[in-house]
């Protein structure tokens, strides 16, 4: 149980372009969503918590126009690189939080932006 | 703020050895609790174990075992009898008040096991 399904896995588009990543929890209804970023080699920054039926808190840094998060559902929640440059391009990871219990994590979005 | 080091980059071990990856934290809250993660190849993030900031007793799970010294801010992770499969980047992590919250990330350590 509690898997997390992130969508899609690889996206390659061009310079000025806007992405959607989809991050669904398929088995649970998951009241808080975390993004994360991982360029290469490096570890895991939390870019901002979704909580469903409200705004997303950004960590410092992180720009909000930028970076749309919605969570409409308790099982959905998106993120959304508007315009997006190739200093955009990384993996991006989505979590979903049950209650007290451990996050569990999409298999990851990997952004090439050209 | 919370921080976690792991000073060790890279690791290698022998298959069938035994390794202990570093980690430590900083933090002032009292009830936390601490993390390791596996990410192989695939990038996919996997839970390798866990451990309550208010549990004296280190966690294991099969060939994995924490040693948690809480006075000294440590938590260290110990692979026994080491498998291929075990090569990967492992990440330390940190979170406040409950086991969902957001959590922080130590900045890796690579782990190659040899045959």
């Known amino acids: 149980g509690a898997v997390v399904s992130q969508h899609p896995s690889w996206v390659i588009c061009k310079s000025g372009t806007s992405v959607k990543i989809e991050c669904r929890s398929l088995?649970?209804?998951?009241?808080?969503m975390f993004w994360y970023r991982q360029f290469p080699k490096q570890s895991l920054m939390l870019m901002a918590t979704s909580n469903e039926g409200s705004k997303a808190t950004y960590e410092q840094g992180v720009e909000k126009d930028k970076f749309l998060i919605n969570h409409a559902s308790l099982t959905l929640s998106t993120l959304t690189v508007t315009s997006a440059h190739p200093e955009d391009s990384s993996f991006y990871i989505c979590s979903a939080r049950v209650s007290n219990q451990p996050q569990h994590f999409g298999d990851g979005t990997r952004l090439s932006i050209l | 703020a919370q921080t976690v080091t792991q000073s060790q980059p890279e690791m290698s071990v022998q298959e069938a050895e035994t390794v202990t990856l570093s980690c430590t934290y900083d933090t002032s809250e009292n009830n936390y609790y601490l993390f390791w993660y596996k990410q192989p190849p695939s990038r996919q993030m996997i839970l390798v174990i866990r451990?309550?900031?208010?549990?004296?007793q280190n966690a294991t799970e099969n060939r994995f075992s924490v040693n948690f010294q809480k006075a000294a801010k440590s938590f260290s992770l110990k692979i026994s009898d080491s498998q291929l499969g075990d090569t990967a980047m492992y990440f330390c992590?940190?979170?406040?008040?409950?086991?969902?919250?957001?959590?922080?990330f130590g900045g890796g350590t690579r782990l190659m096991v040899k045959p």
């Open positions: 451990q309550e900031a208010y549990k004296q």
């Open positions: 992590a940190f979170s406040g008040g409950n086991a969902g919250n957001m959590l922080t």
């Open positions: 088995d649970f209804q998951a009241t808080t």
